[in-house]
């Protein structure tokens, strides 16, 4: 089944603890991303990659990181979370970017304490 | 940057009436995409625009691109229950990134 996974799906932290979120596509996607999602402000894209070891900064890339090793994976790193980055967080990957449909995970929910 | 504007950002429609969400991009769009996402759940593609003008349907939703390409709209005749969640247009930047807007989200009572 073609398919998006994110974990943890929950996770609950505290300030500062670094921690990664993995994220897996099975249909060979060029295109990754990730975006987190608040109340009233919609999907905004944190970062992207358009292929392995290319990644480009998106709206809100400040206090996040990843990595594009290989192309099904597309990790998520925060170094040093803060109590502002508690959302709800979702990866995503298309065949190339914005002109294909993109392929949502599941989201994973994240609170920093 | 490039902004996309969504409004209205809620909707409360009666079962059985119509609904509308409109789409603006402060920039030409190359093609816009709507997803819906139900509440609890992920985004879900719907439907890509691509021409100048276009008018797309999927039974009872319809999609258009505006002539500019710089504005869309989707619009649910006659809403069921199913229809409840948040409904979110997207376009590609210059950059390659995605923009997407506020999401519409859309209650339904019986």
């Known amino acids: 089944e073609a398919q998006v996974t994110q974990n943890p799906r929950y996770l609950i932290t505290v300030t500062g603890k670094k921690l990664t979120v993995t994220c897996s596509q099975n249909?060979?996607?060029?295109?990754m991303s990730w975006y987190r999602q608040d109340p009233g402000l919609g999907l905004r894209q944190i970062y992207y990659?358009?292929?392995?070891?290319?990644?480009d900064k998106g709206d809100v890339p400040e206090g996040y990181k990843v990595s594009r090793k290989e192309k099904r994976n597309f990790p998520l790193i925060l170094e040093s979370p803060s109590p502002n980055q508690t959302s709800l967080y979702f990866c995503?990957?298309?065949?190339?970017?914005?002109?294909?449909?993109?392929?949502f995970g599941p989201g994973t929910r994240l609170t920093v304490l | 940057g490039q902004q996309v504007m969504q409004i209205p950002q809620y909707q409360h429609v009666q079962e059985g009436e119509d609904f509308t969400t409109y789409c603006n991009s402060s920039?030409?769009?190359?093609?816009i995409q709507w997803y819906k996402q139900r509440p609890g759940g992920h985004p879900v593609f719907l439907i890509q625009?691509?021409?100048?003008?276009e008018v797309k349907k999927q039974k009872r939703l319809t999609f258009q691109f505006g002539e500019a390409k710089k504005n869309s709209s989707l619009h649910i005749t006659a809403t069921q229950t199913t229809d409840v969640g948040t409904y979110f247009c997207?376009?590609?930047?210059?950059?390659?990134?995605?923009?997407f807007g506020a999401g519409t989200r859309l209650t339904v009572k019986p």
């Open positions: 995503a990957s298309s065949s190339r970017g914005g002109y294909y449909e993109q392929f």
């Open positions: 249909m060979n996607h060029e295109y």
């Open positions: 990659s358009m292929n392995v070891e290319v990644t």
């Open positions: 920039t030409t769009l190359s093609n």
């Open positions: 625009l691509v021409k100048s003008g």
């Open positions: 997207a376009g590609p930047g210059d950059n390659n990134d995605m923009r």
